[in-house]
C-alpha cells in the first residue's frame, strides 16, 4: 500500500464548478497535511495545509480533514481555467521531521 | 516571505561532466532542505535530506557518490551529479523547511537538466 493515495485524473470540469479533489494515506500517526499546485513544467506551490480534523478555507479553496478516515480533500469553488494544473497531496508522518510522503497528484482541467 | 531560489534554472551539458545545482533560501534560514527529482509526468521522487552542518540522508536507490551533496549554511546548500549521463536528464527541485518551528516546505523553482 502507498503511503499517499490520489485519483491520479485527469478531472475535468467546467468553468465555475467546484472541483473536488480527494486524498487518502496509510500512515495514522501522520501530523500534517498538504496540498500543493504544479503547473507543467514548474515546481509545486504550496496552496493550503490542514493539521487538525474539520474543513480550512482559504478564498476559493477549502481542505478537509478526517484523520478517523485518514482522507484529506482539496475542494476549488468557482473553478477557472488558470487552476488547470496537478494538485499534490503531501503528508508528514509523525516519525519523520520535515519529510513529505506525496501522492502521485491528481490532474485538473477548468475548461472554459 | 517563504522564497527559495534554485540557480541555474536550466543547464545542458556533455555526458561525463559534472553539474552544480545550487538552492538558496532567500528570505528565511532552512534548517532542512530536500532534493527531489521528477521525470515528464511522473511524480516527485525524493532523493535526498539535508541538514546545515551534517551530511545527508539519501534514500534508498539514490546514489550517493554520484549526487552530492552539501549544506554549508543555513540558507544554501548545493546539489552536484557526478559524470552525468542522459539518464540522468530530468527535473531537480529543491525545497525548505524554516527555522521557525513551522514544517511547511517551499519549493525552489526547479532545474531543467539535460545531459547529451
Known amino acids: 500500500q502507498k503511503e499517499v493515495e490520489q485519483n491520479s485524473g485527469p478531472l475535468s470540469v467546467p468553468e465555475g464548478a467546484i472541483a473536488s479533489l480527494n486524498c487518502t494515506y496509510s500512515?495514522?500517526?501522520?501530523?500534517?497535511f498538504f496540498w500543493y499546485r504544479q503547473y507543467s513544467g514548474k515546481s509545486p506551490e504550496l496552496i493550503m495545509s490542514i493539521y487538525s480534523n474539520g474543513d480550512k478555507e482559504d478564498g476559493r479553496f477549502t481542505a478537509q480533514l478526517n484523520k478517523a478516515s485518514q482522507y484529506v480533500s482539496l475542494l476549488i469553488r468557482d473553478s477557472q481555467p488558470s487552476d488547470s494544473a496537478t494538485y499534490l497531496c503531501?503528508?508528514?508522518?509523525?516519525?519523520?521531521?520535515?519529510?513529505?510522503?506525496f501522492g502521485r497528484g491528481t490532474q485538473l482541467t477548468v475548461w472554459p | 516571505g517563504a522564497v527559495v531560489s534554485q540557480h541555474p534554472s536550466r543547464v545542458i551539458c556533455k555526458s561525463g561532466t559534472s553539474v552544480k545545482i545550487e538552492c538558496r533560501s532567500l528570505?528565511?534560514?532552512?534548517?532542512?532542505m530536500f532534493w527531489y527529482r521528477q521525470f515528464p509526468k511522473k511524480s516527485l521522487m525524493l532523493m535526498a535530506t539535508?541538514?546545515?552542518?551534517?551530511?545527508?540522508?539519501?534514500e534508498q536507490g539514490v546514489e550517493k557518490d554520484k549526487f552530492l551533496i552539501n549544506h554549508a549554511s543555513l540558507t544554501l546548500s548545493t546539489l552536484t551529479v557526478t559524470s552525468a549521463h542522459p539518464e540522468d536528464s530530468s527535473f531537480y527541485i529543491c525545497?525548505?523547511?524554516?527555522?521557525?518551528?513551522?514544517?511547511?516546505?517551499?519549493f525552489g523553482p526547479g532545474t531543467r537538466l539535460t545531459v547529451l
Open positions: 503531501a503528508v508528514r508522518r509523525g516519525s519523520t521531521l520535515g519529510r513529505l510522503y
Open positions: 539535508s541538514n546545515e552542518g551534517s551530511k545527508a540522508t539519501y
Open positions: 528570505d528565511f534560514q532552512a534548517t532542512t
Open positions: 500512515d495514522r500517526g501522520s501530523q500534517s
Open positions: 525545497s525548505a523547511i524554516g527555522t521557525g518551528g513551522t514544517d511547511t516546505q517551499y
